[in-house]
Structures are given as C-alpha cells and as structure tokens.
C-alpha cells in the first residue's frame, strides 16, 4: 500500500524531472541569446558577416542556415529513389523471404553506425573520389556532405514508409486487381495514393534527422563561413558550426553561436512537429 | 425470417433421392461459363476444390453454398483468376468463357469481363464516389472524355439505386457512404465496365437487413443485363433470389441444379443435411 504510494510518486517525478530538463534547456537557449538578440535584433538571421577579428566583430545565421537547409534538403532529394523503392521492395513486393530480411537487417545496420564513423568513411572514400571527379578541389562541400547524409537517412525515410506501404489493406488492393488492374497499376493507384502521407512523414522525419546531423557534416563540408555559392560549394551548418566554435567561443561570439542552437531547435522542432501532425493524421 | 422461407418449402422425407453424382449435377444448355473438372490447390497436391464441373446459365443468378471451407470462395476466385494472387497456387481443368479457356487468357483482360464484388464494401477510401464508379477505367489507363464519364457514372449509380442519393455528393469521399450504400458503390464500380459475369462473395454478410434486402433486390434487376454468380452463407437469400444452387461439401460440388427443385427435393443426402441444420 505504501511501497505502492512511493512507486507511483516515483514514476510522477521521473516524469516531471524530464519536462523539467526540457524546459532547462529551453531556458538557456534563450537566455544565452539574449546578448545576441539585443544586439543585432531579428537582422541576426538576415546577416551574413561571421567576422571575429576584435574590434570589427560582427557575426549573422544566415549563411548556416542556408547552409543547413541546403545539405538536408540536397541529402533527402539525394535519398529520395533509394528509399521509395526499398520502402515498395520491402512493404509490398518483396514482404516476406531470406533477401527481404536481409535488406531489413542492412538497414537497420545503417541506422546503428556512429556519426563519427560515416565522417570517416565520407573522408577517406568519398572525398578523394570527389576530389578526383573534379567536382572540387579538395573534394570537400555541401554536396559531399550531403550524399553522406543521404546514406544516414535512408533508415528513416525508408521504415515508415514500408510500414504503411504493407498496411494498405488487402481488400483494397483486391478491389483493383479484380478490375483488370496491373500490379504496377494497383501501385501507382491505390498503395501510393494510401500511403502516401505516410511516406511524406517519414521523409520529413528524416529530413529532420539530417537538419541536427553534426559530425559526419562537420568532417566533410570544408566549414567556410560564406554562403555557399552551389551545391558544390564549401560552407558550413548550424550545428556543424557550433560543433567547431564553440570551444574558443566567448562574448558575442558565445551569445551569437547559443542563438543558433535556439534557431537550429526551433527549425528541428517545426520539421519534426510537421512530421508528427502528419502521422497523426494518418492514424486518426 | 429463414424459417418462414424453409417453412414454405418442406424438405419431406418421402422424397428420399438416390446419391448417383451425374443426376445431382444439372446440364446447363449453352452456359455463359463452363467449369470443366477444376481442382484449385493453394501449394502442394491439397487441393481445395476438387473435379467441379458446372455450366453457368446465361442471365441467371447462380448461389454457392456450403458449410465454411467447403471452397466456395476458392471456386468463385478461380473464374476471374483472383485466386492467382496467392503466391503458390495452381489448378487442373479448365473454365471456358464462351470458347476460350480462361487460363489461356491474359488475367487482366478477363478480370475487365468478369466483374467481382466483396464481403466487405471496399470502395477506394482516397478517391471520390464518382471516380470509385469510373476506378475500372482509370487505373487501367483508359482515358475517356468527360462526358462519356458522366454517363457512365451515372447510368452505373442508376443500375444499382445509387444515383438519386447521391447525385449532389458525387465528389465526395465514398466512405462517408452507410455500408449499404457503400456495397452499392462497389457493385456500380464492377458494372461500370459491363462486364459479362459479376461474381459476389457474401456481399451482405456484412450489412443489416435492409440494406441486404436492397441489394438482394438489385441483384434480381440486374441478372436480365448480367449473369450473376453469388456466393452466400444465407440460404434462405439463395432460395429468395437465386435461380440454380450448388452445394460444395469439402472442396467437392455435392449437388447443383434449379434453387426451387434443391431446396424441395435435394438429391443428394449431404445437400439435405445441410439444407436442415444438420451440417454447416
Ligand atoms: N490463401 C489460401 N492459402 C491456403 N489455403 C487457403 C487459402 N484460402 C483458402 N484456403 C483453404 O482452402 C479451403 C477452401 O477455402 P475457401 O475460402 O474457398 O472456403 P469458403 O467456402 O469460401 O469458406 P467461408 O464460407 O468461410 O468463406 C479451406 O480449407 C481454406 O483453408
Ligand atoms: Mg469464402
């Protein structure tokens, strides 16, 4: 009766303790940002200057946002055909058997591997073939970068959408065939059409995924603090640059790099409450 | 509401038959669909439905019955090649539509003739009522003006009492429809295509009595356009509308001839067993 008490106040402080670090860590994003927002306002993300030097210190988001945003967004475009079509080989052609499991025990091996670890792959395979295609010198960059993240995604943008890929009910897919539907057809007609927001929520998720992803990005996108001129270009992330500055970091330039931390939340937070909305959509 | 039907139609003992195969089995004069000793196996050398042979009568209804698992859905399948959808399966013998051995023929150009109709109502849940009508046409890439869709759509919703509900909420979603209403739906979708035959496996299993009432009315209306093929646990559905009967027992067709004859005077011992309540 007591020890039952005592559980269940145990369980109820657990909880709150959670929403409690949430909050902290909310509250220091914030506070750590307002020196920052005071002194450069909502101009912060318009602001392309990242300049150090003492005396001529000006720093602004915008170049790492764009950044950010073109490596994930590049990375999904890249993942995009590989997982659709595992999402179909594994929720609809191909459910059961050896290689369908293989490929399953495959993907889920991709999501284990440590960042760091595809950061080295990415340096010691990628790079030179890069460098060596003339794409880019040192074969660093935003698009090397992104085909990295491509390959860490995949995991993400493929799972959920061979979930509800095999969750297209059967009834459905007979109704087709018995009106002299094609397998393709029934495809294209019926199993995309169903699943199809399911599909799209795991790829927001996965682009979510890619948004945050720091190391592999940081030992590959050459870190330039300039806009990246293309996707083939040098430049740098939010997170990736955090990852890198932080360390030295003091006054302005500590209070600038916290308000990016807040900014990269905030982006991550819309994606994946997108993702969220639209899961909850589907299953409603 | 069964007994008053079984009432009116006395199963008496003194017409005790005699349980020779050919007799219980009726010749069908020029049928729209010949089985001809089907045996359906889903992998292996078990098979299903074994040695059936039946005609189908042209602009008739025609119900299967049996006890569950007897293979009445096996042998519904394995006319429009649904069956085949299931990796493993294979058959013997053959279904000729007209004279041409169905087996022989693409599954997808005789699926277009041989319409199909569920237990559940399973209209496409993305698509609206009126491309759920016209689904047949679209996903086989057949494009059509829009107003030979019009007419299609509604001569398809009209056939089968449709139209008038839902004439002002054609585009909208299907699934808001009752269940009832929703079978309808997806009887309109298979004879939007005019196929020959239109096959039905209990399709109103799963509706109340009134909306099963409607259909079985509709299915009566229909057969002077279409030859039906019906398959129902409900026999006293099959003594209301059907005009033959089978009687599958353990894969096997027991007994087939006209509904009035089976259900007075069975043939065979195993068809008045189940007719009575004893079986099944
Ligand atoms: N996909 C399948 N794979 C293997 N065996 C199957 C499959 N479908 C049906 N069977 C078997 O074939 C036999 C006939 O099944 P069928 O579904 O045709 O019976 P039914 O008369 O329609 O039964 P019910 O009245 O329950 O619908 C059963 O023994 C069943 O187990
Ligand atoms: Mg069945």
């Keep these: 009766m007591n020890s039952e008490k005592i559980f269940k106040y145990l369980l109820a402080s657990s909880g709150i303790l959670i929403v409690l670090i949430a909050v902290g860590i909310v509250a220091t994003l914030f506070v750590g940002s307002i020196p920052s927002f005071k002194e450069y306002g909502f101009g912060f993300i318009f602001s392309s200057d990242w300049n150090p030097t003492e005396g001529r210190e000006s720093y602004g988001a915008l170049p790492f946002i764009i950044g950010t945003l073109m490596t994930s967004i590049l990375a999904l475009l890249i993942t995009f055909p590989f997982a659709f079509s595992i999402s179909l080989f594994l929720g609809e052609y191909f ?16 999501a284990g591997i440590p960042s760091v670890v595809y950061g080295l792959w990415g340096f010691y395979a990628l790079r030179p073939l890069i460098s060596e295609l003339g794409i880019n010198a040192q074969g660093f960059g935003i698009f090397t970068s992104s085909i990295v993240l491509a390959i860490m995604i995949i995991p993400y943008a493929s799972s959920l959408g061979s979930e509800v890929i095999s969750m297209v009910p059967g009834s459905l897919k007979e109704a087709a065939y018995s009106l002299g539907a094609t397998r393709f057809e029934v495809v294209r007609n019926v199993i995309i059409p169903n699943a199809g927001s399911g599909i799209f929520a795991g790829y927001i998720l996965a682009l979510g995924r890619a948004i945050g992803e720091t190391m592999a990005v940081t030992m590959l996108i050459g870190n330039s603090n300039k806009i990246p001129a293309g996707i083939f270009d040098l430049g740098n992330t939010m997170a990736s640059l955090i990852a890198n500055q932080f360390g030295e970091a003091e006054g302005l330039k500590y209070t600038s790099l916290v308000e990016i931390g807040l900014i990269l939340f905030i982006i991550t937070g ?6 969220k909305l639209i899961m909850k959509k589907l299953s409603a | 509401m069964e007994s008053t039907i079984l009432a009116e139609m006395p199963i008496t003992k003194t017409n005790k038959k005699l349980n020779v195969i050919q007799n219980s089995i009726e010749h069908i004069d020029s049928p729209v669909l010949k089985i001809d000793d089907l045996s359906v196996s889903y992998g292996g050398d078990k098979y299903s439905i074994r040695n059936v042979s039946a005609g189908i009568a042209r602009n ?13 859905s096996t042998l519904l399948r394995a006319v429009n090649r649904m069956h085949e959808l299931y990796p493993n399966t294979h058959n013997k013998g053959a279904v000729y539509l007209g004279d041409e051995n169905i087996y022989k023929l693409n599954p997808i150009q005789l699926r277009r003739k041989i319409g199909m109709v569920f237990q559940r109502p399973n209209p496409f849940p993305t698509m609206s009522i009126y491309d759920n009508v016209i689904a047949g046409f679209n996903l086989n890439g057949i494009k059509l003006k829009r107003p030979e869709k019009d007419e299609i759509v509604e001569r398809s919703l009209r056939e089968v009492g449709l139209w008038d509900e839902v004439k002002d909420a054609l585009h909208n979603r299907g699934t808001f429809l009752s269940g009832g209403q929703q079978q309808r739906l997806c009887i309109a979708r298979a004879l939007a295509y005019t196929p020959e035959i239109i096959l039905l496996d209990e399709p109103t299993s799963a509706l109340d009595p009134i909306a099963t009432a409607k259909i079985e009315d509709l299915l009566v209306k229909l057969k002077k356009d279409f030859t039906i093929v019906l398959v129902t646990h409900n026999m006293s559905q099959a003594a209301r509308i059907s005009d033959y009967s089978m009687f599958m027992y353990l894969g096997e067709l027991v007994e087939y001839g006209k509904t009035k004859q089976m259900f007075t005077m069975p043939k065979d011992n195993r068809t008045e067993e189940y007719l009575t309540g004893k079986i099944g």
Excluded: E, Q
């Design chain 1, 270 to 275: 819309i994606v994946n409450l997108l993702g």
């Design chain 2, 60 to 72: 008739k209804i025609t119900a299967i019955m049996g006890p569950s698992g007897c293979g009445k």
């Design chain 1, 95 to 110: 459910k059961h058997g050896k290689l369908p499991s293989f490929l399953r025990s495959v993907i889920d091996l991709l």
